[in-house]
Every structure is written in C-alpha cells, then in structure tokens.
C-alpha cells in the first residue's frame, strides 16, 4: 500500500497515526517531493470512481490563488489531469493507494470499512 501524503497536513498525520495504530503496513510518499505523474492521477482515478474534481485540494492556497473553482467547471478531464500533475500541493491528500483500491482525503469510517 502506497501512504501519499503531505508531512504538514493535519488530516495526513491523523490518517497515518491511524494506519499505525491499526498496524497497516504502507510505503510512505511525500507528495510535496514526490508529485504524482499524470499516468499515477489518471489510474488512481479511474481505480477510484471518484470524480475527477475530487482529486483537487480545494483548500489549499495555490487552488484559491489560480481561481479553480470557477475554472474547474469548464475544463475537461484532460486539463484537470494536465494541471494536477504540475504540483502536488494541488491535489488533495492523503491518498492511500493498494492494488484494488484509492481513497482520497481521511474519513475515518470509510477507511475503517475499506482498509483490511
């Protein structure tokens, strides 16, 4: 299992303490150091079912800076994926990533139900 995640996060450091409590073994990915390629985005994605949009962190500063929110609705997920893979302070985090499943952002019930 890949932990990618962001060392500063609040929400990272409560999903790893999580995934240590629960003795989970996992290989640790800074995503500041380590962004995810577009190839990486474009399996997790589609691995996920999530929408695309759900990969963004609409929290983060560079999100607000570059005006995503209105932008987002009129790319495709071409661009989406282009614009993901140029910083991984854009994409949201953790992201927990096994060979049948990717979650994205820590619920801690829905780990709980997913992760064995």
Not at 16 to 27: A, F, N, P, T, V
Not at 37 to 65: C, P, Q
């Given at each position: ?17 999580w ?10 990915r800074?995503?500041?150091?380590q962004?995810?390629t ?26 607000k ?10 790319m495709?997920?071409e ?11 854009l ?17 801690e019930t ?7």
């Amino acid at each position: 299992m890949e932990f990618v995640c962001y060392s500063k996060c609040t929400t990272c450091q409560k999903a790893k303490k999580w995934l240590d409590e629960k003795g989970i073994e996992y290989r640790l990915r800074d995503i500041k150091l380590q962004n995810p390629t577009r190839e990486e985005l474009a399996a997790w994605h589609k691995k996920s079912g999530f929408e695309l949009r759900k990969f963004f962190n609409t929290n983060g500063l560079l999100y607000k800076s570059l005006e995503l929110k209105t932008k987002l609705p009129t790319m495709t997920e071409e661009e989406m994926l282009d614009l993901l893979a140029t910083d991984g302070m854009l994409v949201k985090r953790p992201i927990l990533v096994s060979e049948d499943l990717v979650l994205v952002g820590f619920k801690e019930t829905e780990w709980l139900s997913k992760v064995k």
